[in-house]
Structure formats: structure tokens, C-alpha cells
């Protein structure tokens, strides 16, 4: 006899695991299958956030962080540090246990919410009457049926035609978190999310790292105004970045990686690297899940299409995250996941993509909410745009961080805000208080009028509300 659940959640990383806990405690019998495993061949939920994503990459960048301080800006409070080295395996290891904690968290988290979980790679068989049966190969090999399933299969990194990922000297997000010793020279392709934060790390680190992009301007999602202030802030720290790039033929060598590469002038150039991060984005993941079994509908892409509210063409199917439309990100996926939960038990789940805020967390962090000056341009609405900069802040200058600004967008006629945008210290946790503006589609001056705790950064954000209407009072 197959066990039999109300909802089935093919995959265990932030889209999985909270659609889990929610359907949970929403008082459905829930499994949830994830084949993910640790050095030691146990389960390591939390996907490629936890494993090799988000929580990783935010432990080395906090390492490479305090070392950068150390060696260049503790002088500065008259600190005098002598001998500043950094072990590499020790930082890598303290990165592993932050990856564990979080892997055994969500563990504890199943067992808390009586989530039954299966360690293993879950495959659509058919279509039955109670449901759909899905076979489990993994340690032990089951077959459970699910009245409703979730998948949240995430995606996989995109490789380079004629380069694939061999973890050695042509590294994926993956084998960008775990090298072993700085290399001397590193390249980068792509200068997204995972090139500008990768290439951080490894140049605080001592590397002489090269970014190669593709498209003409810098960081083209990002507000211009702020992506030129976090492009000074980089070129700067010496990270080297170049637009408008062609990459060609890409060999390796036991010396490292050659990649024929020609400028935006058209001239032919070689990078000569020890190893090569590819980051151009990543690719849907529906590898093994057997979509072709039940009909379960893909796009050109290898998406799962689903409408507005995560539902695929089939009875009962739904998917989130990374495998399906929109941007790949851990905390849109939990929203996601809450929703069609919520939908399952019959309620009314609600995401409202506007708000779903963006962080780069580079040294100066980039965070931003809702539209660009740009895409207000180009959707042809008046706007007013009002910015503070942190060199004005008094935190900011105790803190001896003060590069950026935050940038307000409000529309000209109600004052609704429409963009925030910042750059500089904390933006990751300044975004929120915009995020929370805009869901309660609160005005420019709403913001202006709050009593912001005084010195915070968090009164950079106030006065750039109050410079949408041209009346900052610290600057
Ligand atoms: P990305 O989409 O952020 O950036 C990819 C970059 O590569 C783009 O600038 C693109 O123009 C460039 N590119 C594409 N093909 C190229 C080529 N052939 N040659 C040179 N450049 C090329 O993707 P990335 O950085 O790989 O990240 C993958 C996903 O992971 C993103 O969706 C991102 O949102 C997510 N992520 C999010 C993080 C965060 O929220 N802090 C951290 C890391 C990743």
C-alpha cells in the first residue's frame, strides 16, 4: 500500500519547506520529498538557498567582510592590527556549520509541524484516482500518493555552450562558495546577483578578479542613478569590471582557464585566469521529475506554466519559485509557497509581485522596491524623485560608512510611492520599511511624517521622503 497525503511538496528549498509547514498547520497530512545531502550522505534540505545559495554566500561575505575592515578600515578608529591572515579552509568550514544549523532547522521545523519527510528525488507515475502517484528513489524507495501536489523544484545554474561546470577550474555557484585558497586570478562572467557578490568576496580576499558582461550598461535591472554610485563604489575596491562584452572560446588547463573574450570596441582579448566563476544566470530544474508522464505543462524555457495563482495545467498541481515565472528569488518562492497553501485549504493566498524587494549584498549593499526612474520613463508616468545621501547622516559618519544614497519615486499627483531605491550601508534591512510603504500604498509624506529613531540610517530614508517634496532638513 503507497502511504497516501492530502498535499505531496516535491522539493525542500524556501518555496518547498514553507508550503509544507503552511499546508501543515493549516491541518493537512503533508509529505515533503527533497534529495539534497550533506558531505556525509544525509538529508540537507533548504535547496540551493541553504546549500549553496543565499546562506552561504552571505556567511563568506560577512567573512571576506571583517577581513577588508581589518586590514583597511581599522585604522581608521585607531585600531592597529598586525599579522591580519585569513585561513581559507577555517572560513569555508565556519560557512559549512552555518549551512548545516539551517539545514538541521528546517528538520526540526518538519518533525514541530508533523511534516512527514522523505530523503530522495521524487518522479511523477500517474494520475490515480485519489490523487497522484509519485515514486521516491532515494535510501529507501516508496511510493506516496497526493491528492495535491506542490512542486518547488528550483532551478540549476546556466552553463556556457562548449564550457560546462567542472567544479575545478569552471566553477558554478556552487564551486565559487567552496574553493579552497584564493586564487590569484579570477574571472567572472556575468556581472548579476552572483558575479558582483562572488567577485566581492574573492577580491576582499586578496584576488584580482575581472568581471566580463555582456550587456552594454552596468547592473540594467537596477535604478541608474544608483547602479553608476555602486559602480564608483566598486571600481574603487579595484573590482574590474567590462561592459559590452563577447565571450568566445573557453579552454582549460591544469594552469587554469583561457577565455577569448572581445571588448565592446570590438578588439579581441584573452583573459588568462587560475579559476573561471560562470554566473548568467540559472535555468529552470525539472530534471528527473517525469512532467511527461502526467502531461504536466512546460514552456520553451523548461518552466512549469502556471496562471497568477501557481496553478499548471493539471487538477491539483501546482508549482512555485525558481520553476515558474518570474524573478528567481528565495523570498518571493516562501511567498509563493504560503499562498498555495493557503489556496489548498481554501483560502485566499495572495502575492503581490510589486513589492517583492531586490538586494545585491555587495559592499556598498544595493536594495530596491517597485519601479525605476527608467521604467516610470518608459510607462510614461510623472513622477517627482527625491534622494538623501548617507554622507549626510549622522549614523552613517559614526559608522564611517557613508557611500550612497536612498532614493525615493512618488507619483506627481498623489504622492504614492512608487520606487525606493538604496545604495550603502544596510540596505538589505532599510528596504523593508519601503516595502511595507508601498503594501499599504502609503505617500511620500507618510513616510516624511514618522518619527524615524535618531541616529539611524533609517533617517536617510525619512529625508528622502522628504526631499520628494524638496524639504530635507539635513542636507
Ligand atoms: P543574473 O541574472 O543576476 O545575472 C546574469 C548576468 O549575466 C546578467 O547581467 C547578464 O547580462 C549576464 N550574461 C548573460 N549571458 C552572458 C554571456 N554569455 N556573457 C557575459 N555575460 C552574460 O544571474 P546570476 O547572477 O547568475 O544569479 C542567478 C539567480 O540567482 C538570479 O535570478 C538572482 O536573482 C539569484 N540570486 C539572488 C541573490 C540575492 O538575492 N542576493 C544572490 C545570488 C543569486
Given at each position: 500500500?503507497?502511504?497516501q497525503?492530502?498535499?505531496?511538496?516535491?522539493?525542500g528549498?524556501?518555496?518547498?519547506y514553507?508550503?509544507?509547514?503552511?499546508?501543515?498547520?493549516?491541518?493537512?497530512?503533508v509529505?515533503c520529498?527533497d534529495?539534497?545531502k550533506?558531505?556525509?550522505g544525509?538529508p540537507?534540505?533548504?535547496g540551493?538557498c541553504?546549500n549553496?545559495?543565499?546562506?552561504?554566500?552571505k556567511a563568506l561575505?560577512?567573512?571576506?567582510?571583517h577581513?577588508?575592515?581589518?586590514?583597511?578600515?581599522?585604522?581608521?578608529?585607531?585600531?592597529?592590527?598586525?599579522?591580519?591572515?585569513?585561513?581559507?579552509?577555517?572560513?569555508v568550514?565556519?560557512?559549512?556549520?552555518?549551512?548545516?544549523?539551517n539545514n538541521?532547522?528546517?528538520?526540526?521545523?518538519f518533525?514541530?509541524?508533523?511534516?512527514s519527510?522523505?530523503?530522495?528525488?521524487?518522479?511523477f507515475?500517474?494520475a490515480?484516482?485519489?490523487?497522484?502517484?509519485?515514486?521516491v528513489?532515494?535510501?529507501?524507495d516508496?511510493?506516496?500518493?497526493g491528492q495535491?501536489?506542490?512542486?518547488a523544484t528550483?532551478s540549476?545554474?546556466?552553463?556556457?555552450?562548449?564550457?560546462?561546470?567542472?567544479?575545478?577550474?569552471?566553477?558554478?555557484?556552487?564551486?565559487a562558495l567552496?574553493m579552497g585558497?584564493?586564487?590569484?586570478?579570477?574571472?567572472?562572467i556575468g556581472?548579476g546577483?552572483?558575479?558582483l557578490?562572488?567577485?566581492?568576496?574573492?577580491?576582499?580576499?586578496g584576488?584580482?578578479v575581472?568581471?566580463?558582461?555582456?550587456?552594454?550598461?552596468?547592473?540594467?535591472?537596477?535604478?541608474?542613478?544608483?547602479?553608476?554610485?555602486a559602480?564608483?563604489?566598486?571600481?574603487k575596491?579595484?573590482?574590474?569590471?567590462?561592459l559590452?562584452?563577447?565571450?568566445g572560446?573557453i579552454?582549460?588547463?591544469?594552469?587554469?582557464?583561457s577565455?577569448a573574450?572581445t571588448?565592446?570596441?570590438g578588439e579581441?582579448?584573452?583573459?588568462?585566469?587560475?579559476?573561471?566563476i560562470?554566473?548568467?544566470g540559472?535555468?529552470p530544474?525539472?530534471?528527473?521529475?517525469?512532467?511527461e508522464?502526467?502531461?504536466?505543462q512546460?514552456?520553451?524555457?523548461?518552466?512549469?506554466?502556471?496562471d497568477?495563482?501557481c496553478?499548471t495545467?493539471l487538477p491539483?498541481?501546482?508549482a512555485?519559485?525558481?520553476?515558474v515565472?518570474?524573478?528567481?528569488?528565495a523570498h518571493?518562492?516562501?511567498?509563493?509557497?504560503?499562498?498555495?497553501?493557503?489556496?489548498i485549504?481554501g483560502?485566499?493566498?495572495h502575492v503581490?509581485?510589486?513589492?517583492?524587494p531586490?538586494?545585491?549584498?555587495?559592499?556598498?549593499?544595493i536594495?530596491?522596491?517597485?519601479?525605476?526612474?527608467q521604467?516610470?520613463?518608459a510607462?510614461g508616468?510623472?513622477?517627482?524623485?527625491?534622494?538623501?545621501?548617507?554622507?549626510a547622516?549622522?549614523r552613517?559618519?559614526?559608522?564611517g560608512?557613508?557611500t550612497?544614497m536612498?532614493?525615493?519615486?512618488?507619483?506627481?499627483?498623489?504622492?504614492?510611492?512608487?520606487?525606493?531605491?538604496?545604495?550603502?550601508p544596510?540596505?538589505?534591512?532599510l528596504?523593508?520599511e519601503a516595502?511595507?510603504?508601498?503594501?499599504?500604498k502609503a505617500s511620500?509624506?507618510?513616510?516624511?511624517?514618522?518619527c524615524?529613531a535618531?541616529?539611524?540610517?533609517s533617517?536617510?530614508?525619512?529625508?528622502a521622503a522628504l526631499?520628494v517634496d524638496?524639504?530635507?532638513?539635513n542636507?
Amino acid at each position: 500500500m503507497s502511504k497516501q497525503f492530502d498535499v505531496i511538496v516535491i522539493g525542500g528549498g524556501p518555496g518547498g519547506y514553507i508550503a509544507a509547514i503552511r499546508a501543515a498547520q493549516l491541518g493537512k497530512n503533508v509529505a515533503c520529498v527533497d534529495e539534497w545531502k550533506n558531505a556525509k550522505g544525509g538529508p540537507a534540505p533548504g535547496g540551493t538557498c541553504t546549500n549553496v545559495g543565499c546562506i552561504p554566500s552571505k556567511a563568506l561575505l560577512q567573512s571576506s567582510e571583517h577581513f577588508e575592515q581589518a586590514n583597511h578600515h581599522f585604522a581608521d578608529h585607531g585600531i592597529t592590527v598586525k599579522g591580519v591572515a585569513m585561513d581559507v579552509a577555517k572560513m569555508v568550514a565556519r560557512k559549512d556549520k552555518v549551512v548545516t544549523q539551517n539545514n538541521d532547522g528546517i528538520l526540526y521545523l518538519f518533525k514541530k509541524n508533523k511534516v512527514s519527510f522523505h530523503h530522495g528525488r521524487a518522479s511523477f507515475v500517474k494520475a490515480v484516482e485519489a490523487g497522484y502517484e509519485i515514486k521516491v528513489t532515494g535510501a529507501a524507495d516508496e511510493t506516496l500518493v497526493g491528492q495535491q501536489i506542490i512542486v518547488a523544484t528550483g532551478s540549476n545554474a546556466r552553463a556556457l555552450p562548449g564550457a560546462p561546470f567542472d567544479e575545478e577550474h569552471i566553477l558554478s555557484n556552487d564551486g565559487a562558495l567552496r574553493m579552497g585558497a584564493v586564487p590569484k586570478k579570477l574571472g567572472l562572467i556575468g556581472s548579476g546577483v552572483i558575479g558582483l557578490e562572488m567577485g566581492s568576496v574573492w577580491r576582499r580576499l586578496g584576488a584580482e578578479v575581472t568581471i566580463l558582461e555582456a550587456l552594454p550598461i552596468f547592473l540594467g535591472a537596477v535604478d541608474e542613478q544608483i547602479a553608476k554610485e555602486a559602480r564608483k563604489a566598486f571600481d574603487k575596491q579595484g573590482l574590474k569590471v567590462e561592459l559590452g562584452v563577447k565571450v568566445g572560446d573557453i579552454k582549460t588547463s591544469k594552469k587554469g582557464v583561457s577565455v577569448a573574450w572581445t571588448n565592446a570596441k570590438g578588439e579581441a582579448q584573452t583573459l588568462e585566469v587560475d579559476k573561471l566563476i560562470v554566473s548568467i544566470g540559472r535555468v529552470p530544474n525539472t530534471i528527473g521529475l517525469n512532467a511527461e508522464a502526467v502531461g504536466l505543462q512546460l514552456d520553451e524555457r523548461g518552466a512549469i506554466v502556471v496562471d497568477a495563482d501557481c496553478k499548471t495545467n493539471l487538477p491539483g498541481v501546482w508549482a512555485v519559485g525558481d520553476v515558474v515565472r518570474g524573478p528567481m528569488l528565495a523570498h518571493k518562492a516562501e511567498e509563493e509557497g504560503v499562498a498555495v497553501a493557503e489556496r489548498i485549504a481554501g483560502q485566499h493566498g495572495h502575492v503581490n509581485f510589486n513589492t517583492v524587494p531586490w538586494v545585491i549584498y555587495t559592499n556598498p549593499e544595493i536594495a530596491w522596491v517597485g519601479r525605476t526612474e527608467q521604467q516610470l520613463k518608459a510607462d510614461g508616468v510623472a513622477y517627482k524623485a527625491g534622494t538623501f545621501p548617507f554622507l549626510a547622516n549622522g549614523r552613517a559618519r559614526a559608522l564611517g560608512d557613508t557611500t550612497g544614497m536612498v532614493k525615493f519615486l512618488a507619483d506627481a499627483k498623489t504622492d504614492e510611492i512608487l520606487g525606493v531605491h538604496i545604495v550603502g550601508p544596510m540596505a538589505s534591512e532599510l528596504i523593508s520599511e519601503a516595502v511595507v510603504a508601498m503594501e499599504f500604498k502609503a505617500s511620500a509624506e507618510d513616510i516624511a511624517r514618522i518619527c524615524h529613531a535618531h541616529p539611524s540610517l533609517s533617517e536617510a530614508t525619512k529625508e528622502a521622503a522628504l526631499a520628494v517634496d524638496k524639504r530635507t532638513l539635513n542636507f
